[in-house]
């Protein structure tokens, strides 16, 4: 699907520790090929680089269209080592000590920020890094404790969401749901049963849009309204702790964990395996502690967790949920008051980034919004950097006397901008 391509290319990260993943999965991949060839014969195939790159495989969900076709990405190896090998987390993270004070300013004052404690404990270990200006995004967790987290999000299905969450609390486990806000009220009763027996509920927009090319406004709805509306349904002001916009990491859009700084999130949920991309036997054959598992509510789903969580439970491991996979606290929750409307967006500052070819983030969308208006770009866009933007860019660079490179660093954003 197209989006699968939007995932693969939103994760084209440069950071120099996402090297470092990927050269530590083409290390691991080597090991295990090599000991998978050396087990079997060498002209046999292997069931191992397919199954780690359909572990990487991203959220397929989402309906935006790409309107620059390129090449695939070379899949993504980084992402495959996400079982295996957890990159030391380099920066500190900044701890959201702003938020008291940000959401004081708000409706939902009575609410408890995350300490600094645990949102240093959760920064310090997530990957790939974290950031200045940024969040911790969630991937998994490297631990030597036999936990795994399922996510389910959208909830499209109540009926399978029921069956869902029931054969995991069977098996003495807890998932985390995310539902779109717009489903929220058609699984209330089944979502507030979850809540109270220790399930936990996070955030996934609330109609599912891509967040990075809505305006301010729109993103803070988005974000507010499903809180909102899950604190109505469970009646209670409940504090969410992770974002999971679609197609999930959006690790760019400055603005969005700008908003989830000021809302009081601890981070971004991504995750480790999309369930559904591999059989249960691949996925029990590369289960590693610490994995983060997509699921949604299709049928498909419902089927491969009813064969997951019996097996995984066999295999001696606990289902938690993410507060119980980073030692967060449970979500906090006060009086329900009466929600109006979403906290504006406070002021920022945006930190500089360098966009490339094969970006797709809400800072391509703005440049190419920027270039549209010009006349440098006459095609539609949708936030990918794909070859048209690349050579309007290039136009752009020559007209304003810059090197024609096509990559939109400081100096280019500053010439369409005025601004770094
Ligand atoms: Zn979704």
């Given at each position: 699907m197209a989006n699968n391509r939007y995932h693969r290319r939103q994760r084209r990260n440069r950071s120099f520790v996402m090297l470092c993943g990927v050269l530590a999965a083409l290390i691991v991949c080597c090991v295990i090929v090599g000991v998978v060839v050396h087990k079997k014969h060498a002209s046999q195939p292997d069931p191992v680089a397919p199954a780690l790159a359909q572990a990487a495989s991203p959220e397929?969900?989402?309906?935006?269209?790409?309107?620059e076709p390129t090449a695939e990405p070379e899949a993504a190896p980084a992402l495959a080592a996400a079982t295996e090998a957890v990159p030391a987390v380099e920066e500190p993270a900044l701890a959201p000590e702003a938020t008291r004070e940000a959401r004081a300013?708000?409706?939902?004052?009575m609410v408890a920020a995350p300490s600094a404690e645990n949102a240093q404990k959760l920064a310090n270990e997530v990957r790939p890094d974290v950031v200045e200006g940024f969040l911790p995004v969630c991937y998994g967790l490297k631990t030597d404790q036999k936990v795994v987290a399922i996510t389910i999000d959208d909830c499209n299905q109540p009926e399978n969401l029921k069956q869902i969450l029931k054969i995991i609390n069977s098996y003495g486990g807890k998932a985390t749901i995310f539902p779109i806000g717009q489903n929220v009220e058609k699984c209330g009763e089944i979502l507030k049963a979850a809540w109270e027996s220790g399930f936990e509920i996070e955030n996934?927009?609330?109609?599912?849009?891509?967040?990075?090319?809505?305006d301010d406004d729109m993103l803070a709805k988005e974000i507010w309204s499903q809180n909102a509306k899950v604190s109505q349904i469970l009646g209670v002001d409940y504090q969410m702790h992770f974002l999971r916009p679609?197609?999930?990491?959006?690790?760019?859009?400055q603005r969005t964990h700008a908003y989830m700084r000021q809302m009081g999130y601890y981070g971004l949920a991504y995750w480790t395996?999309?369930?559904?991309?591999?059989?249960t036997d691949s996925l029990m054959q590369h289960l590693a502690p610490g994995n983060i598992f997509l699921y949604h509510t299709t049928d498909e789903d419902l089927a491969q967790l009813s064969e997951l969580v019996p097996r995984l439970h066999e295999a001696g491991y606990t289902m938690v949920t993410l507060n119980e996979l980073y030692g967060l606290p449970a979500n906090e929750t006060a009086p329900l008051t009466e929600k109006t409307q979403a906290p504006v967006l406070a002021p920022y500052t945006r930190m500089e980034q360098t966009l490339n070819p094969g970006d797709y983030l809400r800072d391509v969308y703005l440049v190419q919004e920027e270039l549209t208006k010009r006349g440098f770009l006459t095609a539609e866009y949708n936030g990918y950097y794909g070859k048209v933007t690349k050579q309007a860019v290039m136009d752009f660079q020559k007209s304003a006397g810059?090197?024609?490179?096509g990559i939109c660093g400081p100096d280019t954003w500053k010439a369409l901008f005025g601004e770094n």
């Open positions: 397929p969900e989402a309906t935006q269209e790409i309107v300013d708000g409706a939902d004052a996934h927009t609330w109609d599912h849009c891509g967040l990075y090319n809505v679609r197609g999930g990491d959006n690790r760019y859009d395996q999309v369930g559904i991309h591999s059989s810059l090197t024609a490179d």
